[in-house]
């Protein structure tokens, strides 16, 4: 069974795929509860976030230059620092992941259709399966379609922002902070210490936001010239992530204030009814939203499917989810598992408060991606060493700051991945990359 991916790719859509991936619905809800773990410091959150993602970023530019394949992390653990570190990163990648592409697709549905928001996210996730199955070319196409709207919408909002009279109070803004696991009054109050780690607890929640760049290197073995194509693509999307990242959350706090922000389910949209004419342009971010959302949830299967193909490809997973699509080259049997699964998760679970807990799984993933750039050697690796461990320090400060509940759940996570590595280790196959390239 041929289970080897074609390079379709170019740099203009592995850009766009880290786009979607990051401006998707992390831009709309992650600013809210930040905001009320850090509140006046909500600022200092995203600057963290931002530090750690861009070394996050470049060491996995670097390896997925390194080791193009499908599967992100999980090879480059494998390969090398061992087969556990690596299955643990796919394992909480996987799982993390999967509850994140459930609370995208919830997050399409409240803003879409509330009243039947579970329906909708089923009905989207299964349709956003079928695209991607129908070939990872058609999917960065439609991410361009769907970056591009969001990215107006958000230009119109900002500058309807900037020219409306600052409204400080957050009255009239229904108050969800009290509906967030782990929410804590803002800590503009507090000393020093309970400062820092509601900024880094609020740095924990912005990195939800930024945390799609992993879907180009996931893709790395469907981009062309992956030397030079990923390294590029990854700075360039998580550039342009940053700048839109912090403007957008300049103009909502320009009209709702810090406590507007922290109150609200939905900030960017209570922002976008207070602005002149927001009774007409608010239905139009509710739909930015629920595309944005989309575009996540549409990068977020992209890299669930291929982590669990890798997966598959070395029998930690059951081997049919290796397969790749004999016409389309892409590996449907685990894009349709991973579509089902997700469909599911929302119509009988309400994930959306998955933030934390998928931000956590995701940092230690990027604690093992940090660890093996370190590995390579200064040649190799392009990199001063100090990113690596800079990425690595602050994924551990930033996931340890998280709510309990998200850390404990993603301490059970793992500790269930590695009795699952235990069980298929004996009967697991680790070839080489150099056979998939």
């Known amino acids: 069974m041929n289970s080897t991916l074609d390079r379709r790719l170019g740099p203009s859509d592995a850009v766009v795929v880290g786009l979607g991936a990051m401006i998707g619905a992390g831009v709309f809800v992650a600013f809210a509860p930040a905001a ?7 600022w200092a959150s995203l ?10 970023a470049l060491s996995s530019a670097r390896l997925a230059a390194q080791f193009p394949a499908a599967g992100g992390t999980y090879v480059y653990g494998r390969e090398l620092l061992g087969p556990l570190p690596g299955f643990l990163a796919g394992w909480g990648f996987v799982v993390g992941k ?21 329906v909708v996210a089923a009905v989207s996730v299964l349709a956003l399966t079928v695209l991607s199955v129908l070939g990872v070319q058609r999917t960065a196409t439609a991410s361009k379609v769907l970056v591009g709207i969001v990215l107006a ?20 803004v229904p108050s969800a902070a009290a509906a967030l696991p782990g929410a804590v009054p803002a800590v503009d109050g507090e000393a020093w210490p309970g400062r820092i780690l509601g900024v880094l607890g609020g740095a924990g929640f912005c990195f939800f936001a930024f945390a799609g760049y992993a879907r180009i290197a996931t893709l790395g073995e469907e981009v062309r010239d992956p030397g030079r194509t990923i390294p590029r693509a990854v700075v360039i999307a998580i550039s342009v992530v940053i700048a839109v990242y912090a403007i957008v959350l ?17 900030p960017v949209l209570d922002a976008a009814e207070r602005v002149p004419a927001g009774e007409v342009f608010a239905p139009v971010v509710r739909i930015a939203a629920g595309i944005a959302a989309l575009g996540a949830l549409l990068g977020g299967v992209l890299g669930v499917s291929r982590t669990t193909l890798a997966m598959a490809r070395d029998r930690h997973l059951p081997a049919p989810l290796s397969a790749v699509h004999p016409t389309t080259r892409t590996p449907y049997v685990a894009e349709i598992c991973v579509g089902v699964v997700v469909a599911a998760i929302v119509l009988v679970a309400d994930v959306r408060q998955a933030i934390g807990f998928s931000s956590f799984a995701v940092l230690i993933y990027y604690l093992v991606a940090n660890t093996a750039a370190l590995r390579l050697d200064r040649r190799r690796r392009g990199l001063p060493a100090w990113v690596p461990v800079l990425g690595a320090v602050g994924c551990v400060i930033v996931a340890g700051s998280l709510p309990w509940q998200s850390v404990v759940g993603g301490v059970v996570v793992f500790v269930v991945g590695g009795v699952v590595y235990a069980v298929t280790r004996r009967r697991a196959v680790t070839p080489g990359v150099a056979s998939r390239t």
Do not use: K
């Open 36 to 42: 009320a773990r850090a509140g006046s410091w909500v």
């Open 47 to 56: 600057a963290v976030a931002a530090v750690v993602a861009v070394c996050n």
């Open 98 to 118: 999967t509850a994140s592409c459930a609370a995208m697709a919830l997050t399409v549905g409240l803003y879409l259709w509330p009243e039947q928001s579970s």
């Open 153 to 172: 919408v958000l230009a119109v909002f900002v500058v309807a922002a900037f020219v409306s009279s600052a409204d400080s109070s957050a009255a009239s």
């Open 250 to 266: 300049a103009a909502t706090v320009h009209v709702l204030g810090v406590g507007g922000v922290a109150a609200s389910a939905a």
